[in-house]
C-alpha cells in the first residue's frame, strides 16, 4: 500500500466540500417526511428533532419503499437466475437430459443465495437503505464477510465517481469511543501516541475510524485507518463486481458523484402542505377557542355566566351576552380545499393506495388494476439503475462470500451468471401478460375453436 494512502481523515474532508449541496438538500427532504433520517451535523441521542405538521410525506417513503421492498426482494421468489450461456446450452442440448440437470442444479445454487439473504437478515438494513434513498437520493450499503448488511447515511460517506459514473473511491467515517475498539488497536494507538499525557492533555475519549475503498486495476482495495494508524488484517482486495461496498444513487446523472432524490422531485408540493398544514392547525386552534362576551353596562354579570355550573341557572339577558368568533370560515376552506389536492397529487407520487381507487361509487377492480400498473411504471427507470448497482452487485458478493465458506460450489467463470427477474424485468413480463389476455379477449367472440388455435 502506498504511504500517500494512509492520510484518510485529510482526503475525507476534502471530498465532503462536493458532498456539501447533496446534504443539505437531504435534510431539508427528511424534514419534511422523517427527519431521523438525515440528520443535522453534531446530533446526538439527546437532540431533538424537528417534527413535522404534516404525516404524507412520511406515509409516502414508508409505502414506497415497501413497494420497492417487495419488488426487488420478492418474499417467496428469488429476484435472480443463473443464465447459462448459449454456447453452454448448445453443449448440453447434444446429451439427452443434461439440460434437465443442470437446471435443477442451477435451481439449488439459487434457493441457497435466497436463504443466505433470508437467514442473515438483510430485509431490515434494506429497507432501511431504500428509505435514504427515497429521501437522500444516496446510500452506501456494506456487506462485510460475515453477517447481514450494514447501511451509512450521506453524511456518513463521501464517493468519487469516474465521468461513467463507476466508483473509484468510498470513504466511510465513524466515531466511536475508545473503551469499545479492541485491545490490540487500544495498544497501537497508546503506542503511537507515546507515553500517557499528563491530565490535562488527555486525548479524547472518541476516535475518529475510517474506512477506505478505491479501485486500483481491475481490483477494489479496502483498508481502515484510525488517528493515523492502519488497523491490522483490514487489508483486503475484491474484485471490481463483488465489492463490500455499495455507492447506490436513486438517480443517475453525469459528471455528478451523488444522485439526486425522489423527494426532491416532488419537495415544492411538499413545502406547499407543511405551510399550509401548519397555518391550518394554527387556525383551527383559534378558533376552537370559546369566549363569552358580556355587555359592560348591562344587567348580566360576567362572574355569574363565568361560575355557572352546565345547566346552571342565572339571572340575565341572553342579548348581553355574546360569543367571539373569527369569521373565516372561507378563507379556511379555501386552504383545506388546496391542501386536500396537493395530498392527493402527492398520494400520485408516492403510490399510496388512495390514490389509485378514484372517488366513486361503482369503480371496478379493472380500473384499479390499470391505474396500479400506470403508476408502478412510472418507476421503470429507477428499477433499472438499482437493478445495476444494487441488486447484481449485491447477489455477486453474496455469492463470493458463500463460495469463500464453502457453502455453494466453484461454477466454471463464464458458464452461469446470474440475471435479475424483478423490477424492469418483471415490468416487461407483466406487459406480455397484458398484450396476452387482450388478444385471448379479442379471440373470445370467435369461439372456442379460433381460441385453441393458438
Same mark, same amino acid.
Given at each position: 500500500m502506498q504511504t500517500g494512502d494512509k492520510d484518510c481523515a485529510k482526503k475525507y474532508e476534502n471530498l465532503s466540500s462536493k458532498r456539501t449541496t447533496y446534504l443539505e438538500r437531504a435534510r431539508e427532504a427528511a424534514k419534511l417526511t422523517i427527519p431521523s433520517l438525515v440528520q443535522e451535523e453534531g446530533? =446526538?441521542?439527546? =437532540? %431533538?428533532?424537528? =417534527?413535522?405538521?404534516?404525516? #404524507?410525506?412520511?406515509?409516502?417513503?414508508?409505502?414506497l419503499a415497501s413497494k420497492l421492498l417487495l419488488s426487488l426482494l420478492p418474499p417467496n421468489a428469488p429476484f435472480f437466475a443463473m443464465r447459462l450461456d448459449d454456447f453452454t446450452i448448445q453443449e448440453l442440448a447434444q446429451t439427452e437430459g443434461a439440460r434437465a440437470t443442470v437446471d435443477e442444479a442451477l435451481n439449488k445454487y439459487e434457493r441457497a443465495v435466497m436463504t443466505e439473504i433470508e437467514n442473515s437478515g438483510m430485509r431490515s438494513p434494506i429497507f432501511e437503505a431504500l428509505k435514504q434513498l427515497i429521501v437522500a437520493g444516496n446510500v452506501l450499503l456494506y456487506l462485510p464477510a460475515e453477517g447481514g448488511a450494514r447501511v451509512f447515511p450521506l453524511n456518513r460517506y463521501v464517493v468519487r465517481r469516474d465521468p461513467m459514473g463507476e466508483v473509484i473511491e468510498v470513504i466511510v467515517k465513524e466515531t466511536m469511543s475508545r473503551a469499545t475498539l479492541p485491545e490490540d488497536i487500544?495498544?497501537?494507538?497508546?503506542?503511537?501516541?507515546?507515553?500517557?499525557?499528563?491530565?490535562?492533555?488527555?486525548?479524547?475519549?472518541?476516535?475518529?475510524?475510517?474506512?477506505?475503498?478505491?479501485?486500483?486495476?481491475? %481490483?477494489?482495495?479496502l483498508y481502515?485507518?484510525?488517528?493515523?494508524?492502519i488497523v491490522p488484517n483490514s487489508y483486503g482486495k475484491y474484485p471490481l463486481d463483488k465489492a463490500p461496498m455499495l455507492a447506490l444513487r436513486w438517480t443517475r446523472i453525469d459528471g455528478e458523484d451523488y444522485g439526486r432524490s425522489y423527494v426532491e422531485e416532488y419537495i415544492g408540493d411538499l413545502i406547499s402542505l407543511e405551510g399550509l398544514s401548519k397555518a391550518i392547525l394554527e387556525a383551527s386552534a383559534v378558533s376552537a377557542k370559546v369566549v363569552f362576551m358580556v355587555a359592560p353596562n348591562g344587567t348580566t354579570r360576567a362572574r355569574d355566566i363565568a361560575g355557572a355550573d352546565n345547566g346552571g341557572i342565572v339571572s340575565g339577558n341572553a342579548a348581553e351576552v355574546s360569543t367571539l368568533q373569527v369569521q373565516k370560515q372561507a378563507d379556511m376552506s379555501i386552504a383545506s380545499s388546496t391542501a386536500a389536492t396537493i395530498t392527493e397529487r402527492?398520494?400520485?407520487?408516492?403510490?399510496?393506495?388512495?390514490?389509485?381507487?378514484?372517488?366513486?361509487?361503482?369503480?371496478?377492480?379493472?380500473e384499479v388494476r390499470y391505474m396500479a400498473g400506470e403508476l408502478?411504471?412510472?418507476?421503470?427507470?429507477?428499477?433499472?439503475?438499482?437493478?445495476?448497482?444494487?441488486?447484481?452487485?449485491m447477489v455477486n458478493?453474496?455469492?463470493?462470500?458463500?463460495? %469463500?465458506?464453502?457453502?455453494?460450489?466453484?461454477?466454471?467463470?463464464? #458458464?452461469?451468471?446470474? =440475471?435479475?427477474?424483478?423490477?424492469?424485468?418483471?415490468?416487461?413480463?407483466?406487459?406480455?401478460?397484458? %398484450?396476452?389476455?387482450?388478444?385471448?379477449?379479442?379471440?373470445?367472440?370467435?369461439?372456442?375453436?379460433? #381460441?385453441g388455435q393458438f
Open positions: 446530533h =446526538t441521542y439527546s =437532540t %431533538k428533532l424537528y =417534527t413535522p405538521y404534516q404525516g #404524507v410525506g412520511a406515509r409516502g417513503v414508508n409505502n487500544q495498544e497501537m494507538l497508546r503506542t503511537a501516541e507515546g507515553d500517557l499525557p499528563s491530565e490535562n492533555n488527555k486525548k479524547s475519549d472518541e476516535v475518529n475510524l475510517y474506512t477506505k475503498m478505491y479501485r486500483e486495476g481491475n %481490483k477494489f482495495i481502515q485507518e484510525i488517528e493515523g494508524q402527492l398520494s400520485f407520487a408516492f403510490l399510496m393506495n388512495s390514490a389509485v381507487q378514484r372517488a366513486g361509487e361503482r369503480v371496478t377492480a379493472e408502478e411504471d412510472a418507476l421503470g427507470g429507477v428499477y433499472s439503475i438499482l437493478s445495476q448497482e444494487f441488486q447484481l452487485p458478493r453474496i455469492i463470493a462470500r458463500m463460495t %469463500k465458506k464453502k457453502k455453494l460450489p466453484q461454477l466454471p467463470k463464464g #458458464v452461469a451468471n446470474p =440475471t435479475i427477474v424483478t423490477g424492469l424485468e418483471a415490468l416487461g413480463r407483466g406487459h406480455d401478460m397484458n %398484450k396476452y389476455q387482450a388478444f385471448l379477449q379479442a379471440l373470445a367472440p370467435l369461439g372456442p375453436q379460433a #381460441v
